[in-house]
């Protein structure tokens, strides 16, 4: 069984902060995504990685993907309260249209 | 641009009854996939409808079924209800079985009682 550990789980910060979100797991996936979701909303893509090592840049957020693709960090630099929500990373292996989510990371950004 | 459509939004439902979730793709998608995401959890992998068929399963029981209609759009059946059934359920569209192109939902946020 796949599974996707978020660390950490729960995240409050004050604004102007750096704050980097891990998703770690034991088995390989094709691609890793990143979403944001709100109270009462559904999840929001917001970066997808594909090859192992990449990094990818997207404002003030930067996505990386592991060399050996089991692991995925997120890291926000300057952290402001339009960036609290629930951070979910999501993996997918082949073309099996099936997403493995980890658990969430609830960001808090305290102005 | 439409994006996906869920309803109801919101449910009450009591324990042992039966209820029927909708979604309506984003336009140009034709495979639907239904999440169900309990509080404070990350969402999990119930199905996947494409060509009107089933095309994958999690690990849910037969109480989940589901149906694509021929316009795409996608229902999700829950019979017998239990009160660890009360969760946000999430319908995302993709076209084929592309994960890089998940569209969500905004949910259905079900309450078993």
């Known amino acids: 069984t796949q599974l996707l550990e978020q660390s950490p789980q729960f995240l409050s910060i004050q604004e102007g902060e750096n704050l980097t979100v891990y998703c770690n797991s034991s088995?390989?996936?094709?691609?890793l995504q990143w979403y944001r979701q709100e109270p009462g909303e559904g999840p929001v893509l917001l970066v997808t990685?594909?090859?192992?090592?990449e990094v990818k840049k997207l404002k003030r957020l930067t996505f990386q993907f592991g060399d050996a693709r089991k692991d995925s960090s997120l890291h926000i630099t300057a952290a402001q309260p339009g960036d609290t929500g629930l951070y979910l990373c999501?993996?997918?292996?082949?073309?099996?249209?099936?997403?493995?989510f980890g658990q969430g990371t609830t960001l808090q950004v305290k102005p | 641009d439409a994006g996906v459509t869920q309803s109801p939004t919101h449910l009450i439902k009591t324990r042992g009854q039966q209820v029927t979730l909708r979604c309506s793709p984003k336009?140009?998608?034709?495979?639907v996939s239904w999440y169900q995401q309990a509080l404070g959890q990350g969402p999990q992998f119930i199905f996947q409808?494409?060509?009107?068929?089933?095309?994958q399963r999690g690990n849910f029981p037969d109480r989940f079924s589901g149906h694509q209609f021929p316009n795409y759009s996608s229902e999700l059946n829950v019979n017998a209800l239990l009160l660890g059934d009360s969760a946000l359920y999430l319908c995302?569209?993709?076209?084929?079985?592309?994960?890089?192109?998940?569209?969500f939902g905004s949910g259905t946020r079900l309450t078993v009682v």
């Open positions: 995302a569209s993709s076209l084929g079985d592309r994960v890089h192109g998940y569209t």
């Open positions: 088995s390989v996936f094709s691609s």
């Open positions: 990685v594909v090859t192992g090592g």
């Open positions: 999501a993996g997918s292996s082949g073309n099996t249209g099936k997403l493995i």
């Open positions: 336009s140009g998608h034709d495979t």
């Open positions: 409808y494409y060509e009107e068929e089933e095309r």
